[in-house]
């Protein structure tokens, strides 16, 4: 008799955003007549930077002649991109990261998600709360925890977030191996500060921990004093590995592209305390299981690197900033205290009420989709995201809606 894998019984039925899709169909489906407005899950709504639409087009036409054709690329990624990144990213920060320790691949969830196959089955996770749900399944999948007990899996070491601490968690006081951050964040839009992340660093170096750090959202910094990756950081190249996207930066939610950086320095630890390579077990598992991002869209995503490409995305981040901005004075001047927004494309609201009926109200009296914070998890209760990923009359449209529907609250 064929069984499964039983650590799936212990997930919520589904997923986040899956979820949320299907009340907004079946809201849709009885009101045909009222559109939504969809301010939930993070989809960016602009099109495509020309440059990499033009980058797109020529590609493909290489793909369209015997001489110029491409069949399988390498796994990692193609050199032009991988050093374009390295380039722009990391060493015009003064972050010592090398071409051949960034992993092309089709998404940072995926990334996020299947890096712990390569650690123990039995090692300690420190996972921030709210938090984006894909770290906290794939580990729950993979029996790193026990079951969910009042919305708290047994075995994970929560960071709670919270209005006392600014939504930037603490050092906790118990011992983790494995500790997930994410800044900017998804979904406080919380950022860290040098110093905040330097502690991180530290306590990784003094524990032999290793921090996965997804700063997917670091293209919407505009404060100079904040770091844009963990690699500002003196010493993260021995203790973290950094999740990057296109996603958000340049419109590549359909298209597909993000990186993982393992530098090289990195090591985790078998049974007897010899040390290993990270990069090359991942190189492994990578190689093993991923075939390589599609050339056309990997020149698209160079070319965001090119001159106009970092003028077309910046005036991308700065549309949605804008959007941001709207979203976080419209809400402030309704009483509610919410972060995020400047620095990250989501702003969070303290509503101070149950989070789904937050979410049905705005759904039903405003047609607005957001999403409500008990789906990041316990802390989240209490909260609602608003997502700055939409066109400028529309979110425009939304406020004047929301205020409409809070008015007498
Ligand atoms: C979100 O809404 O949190 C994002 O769309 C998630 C993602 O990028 O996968």
């Known amino acids: 008799m064929i069984r499964i894998n039983e650590n799936f019984t212990k997930l919520k039925a589904s997923y986040l955003f899956s979820d949320i899709a299907k009340r907004v169909t079946a809201y849709t489906a009885a009101h045909p007549d009222k559109p939504l407005i969809r301010l939930g899950i993070g989809d960016v709504t602009e099109p495509l930077p020309p440059a990499c639409v033009a980058a797109l087009h020529a590609a493909t036409d290489e793909m369209a002649s015997r001489d110029t054709f491409k069949g399988y690329g390498p796994e990692q990624g193609y050199p032009f991109l991988r050093e374009a990144i390295a380039a722009h990213d990391y060493a015009a920060r003064g972050c010592p990261i090398?071409?051949?320790?960034?992993?092309?691949?089709?998404?940072?969830?995926?990334?996020?998600?299947?890096?712990?196959?390569?650690?123990?089955?039995?090692?300690?996770?420190?996972?921030?709360?709210?938090?984006?749900?894909?770290?906290?399944d794939t580990n729950v999948m993979a029996g790193r925890t026990g079951p969910n007990i009042d919305d708290r899996y047994q075995g994970i070491t929560y960071l709670e977030c919270t209005p006392a601490n600014g939504y930037v968690p603490a050092i906790p006081s118990t011992p983790a191996d494995l500790i997930y951050l994410c800044f900017p964040n998804n979904p406080t839009g919380a950022v860290a500060t040098r110093e905040q992340l330097a502690a991180w660093v530290t306590y990784a170096r003094e524990h032999r921990a290793i921090i996965l750090y997804d700063s997917a959202y670091e293209a919407?910094?505009?404060?100079?004093?904040?770091?844009?990756?963990?690699?500002?950081?003196?010493?993260?190249?021995?203790?973290?590995?950094?999740?990057?996207?296109?996603?958000?930066?340049?419109?590549?939610?359909?298209?597909?592209?993000a990186y993982t950086v393992v530098p090289k320095s990195l090591q985790a630890y078998d049974s007897s305390g010899a040390p290993h390579s990270v990069h090359a077990l991942w190189n492994r598992r990578h190689t093993t299981k991923f075939n390589g991002v599609a050339y056309p869209i990997?020149?698209?995503?160079?070319?965001?690197?090119?001159?106009?490409?970092?003028?077309?995305?910046?005036?991308?981040?700065?549309?949605?900033?804008?959007?941001?901005?709207?979203?976080?004075?419209?809400?402030?001047?309704?009483?509610l205290p919410c972060i995020g927004g400047d620095n990250a494309p989501y702003i969070w609201i303290n509503t101070g009420t149950d989070s789904w009926a937050f979410f049905d109200k705005l759904l039903n009296e405003a047609q607005v989709v957001c999403t409500p914070g008990a789906g990041f998890g316990k802390c989240g209760e209490g909260h609602v995201r608003i997502s700055a990923f939409n066109s400028r009359a529309n979110v425009e449209t939304a406020l004047t809606r929301i205020a409409a529907a809070l008015k007498n609250r």
């Open 98 to 136: 090398e071409p051949n320790e960034i992993f092309v691949s089709d998404g940072a969830k995926c990334d996020s998600g299947n890096i712990q196959e390569i650690f123990g089955p039995d090692i300690r996770l420190a996972i921030p709360d709210p938090v984006y749900p894909v770290y906290v």
């Open 220 to 257: 919407f910094i505009r404060d100079p004093q904040i770091p844009r990756s963990i690699y500002e950081i003196p010493g993260a190249r021995e203790v973290a590995i950094e999740f990057r996207s296109f996603s958000k930066i340049a419109g590549f939610t359909g298209t597909r592209c």
């Open 298 to 335: 990997q020149r698209a995503a160079a070319a965001i690197y090119s001159e106009e490409g970092q003028a077309q995305t910046r005036a991308l981040t700065d549309f949605y900033l804008g959007n941001a901005k709207l979203i976080r004075e419209a809400i402030t001047a309704l009483g």
